[in-house]
């Protein structure tokens, strides 16, 4: 077990030195990732900036991507009214079209009701001048009813 300690102490600077080089490897890869990171990172940003129409870049007392983040922030406000907006205008279409549509109904249902009863009044008023042999006025008024024409006074 002696040996082993005493070669290790004469061994001790190079073990020293191995520690060190891997702890400086490791900082040396997480350096690289970070400058990959933030090269990434600001490509991103000037990608964003040349769609919104502003540069990445400093302008006079600005710092670099002020510019860019208030032109892009006010975008983002622009898109949430927008398409608050269209929203509202959706809904009010859809409430409109709506209420055509039961205005519709309805008077497709009163249609249909004045159709049909005016059917039966020359129904009756045919059975009445087959017995009479007499076609009057409520005869000509069913007719007129039948025909959707209004009603002679």
Not at 71 to 91: C, G, I, P
Not at 124 to 148: C, H, L, P, Q, Y
Request: positive net charge; aromatic residues 6%; glycine residues 8%.
């Amino acid at each position: 077990m002696k040996t082993l300690f005493a070669k290790l102490r004469g061994d001790f600077a190079f073990i020293v030195l191995v520690i060190v080089g891997a702890v400086g490897a490791w900082q040396y890869v997480e350096a690289r990732q970070a400058r990959a990171d933030r090269d990434d990172l600001q490509h991103t940003a000037q990608v964003i900036c040349a769609g919104s129409g502003t540069g990445f870049g400093a302008a006079g007392k600005t710092p670099r991507g002020e510019a860019c983040a208030a032109t892009v922030a006010a975008l983002v406000r622009f898109k949430a009214s927008s398409d608050q907006l269209a929203a509202a205008t959706l809904a009010k279409a859809m409430a409109d079209h709506d209420a055509r549509q039961n205005e519709d109904t309805r008077a497709a249902r009163a249609a249909a009701e004045a159709a049909s009863s005016a059917a039966q009044r020359m129904e009756m008023a045919d059975a009445k001048a087959e017995r009479t042999n007499i076609v009057d006025s409520e005869w000509f008024r069913a007719v007129n009813g039948v025909a959707g024409l209004r009603p002679a006074r």
